[in-house]
């Protein structure tokens, strides 16, 4: 098992930027991969960005060059740096996490990015 602790959301203004964190209960070496997926309001959920246990990285089209996740392995933390923040931007965020090739999955944070 592992449980995810996310740090919360908030409200930003369009061009803003805010960082998330999400902590979890085991080394996150030992895990396959963490990542970040959002779900807008009548969307599905999607994959934001992506980072495997050797440290290979991912993202969605409509977040490179603004996005930037991040571990610290020593904290079993993943962070989610979030630049130029848009409106569109607007979700519920998760924290992900692949063990054992089983997901695991947060809370939930909103982040909302007003124009």
């Known amino acids: 098992q592992v449980q995810l602790v996310e740090s919360r959301g908030g409200l930003v203004q369009a061009g803003g930027s805010l960082r998330l964190s999400c902590a979890a209960s085991r080394s996150i070496v030992s895990l396959n991969a963490m990542g970040w997926y959002r779900q807008a309001p009548g969307k599905l959920r999607e994959l934001v960005a992506r980072?495997?246990?050797?440290?290979?990285?991912n993202y969605a089209d409509s977040v490179k060059g603004r996005f930037t996740i991040s571990r610290d392995n020593a904290k079993n933390t993943v962070y989610l740096q979030m630049n130029s923040l848009k409106p569109e931007d607007t979700a519920v965020y998760y924290c992900?996490?692949?063990?054992?090739?089983?997901?695991?999955w947060g809370q939930g944070t909103q982040v909302t990015v007003s124009s």
């Open positions: 992900n996490a692949l063990w054992h090739w089983d997901n695991y």
């Open positions: 980072i495997t246990s050797v440290g290979i990285t």
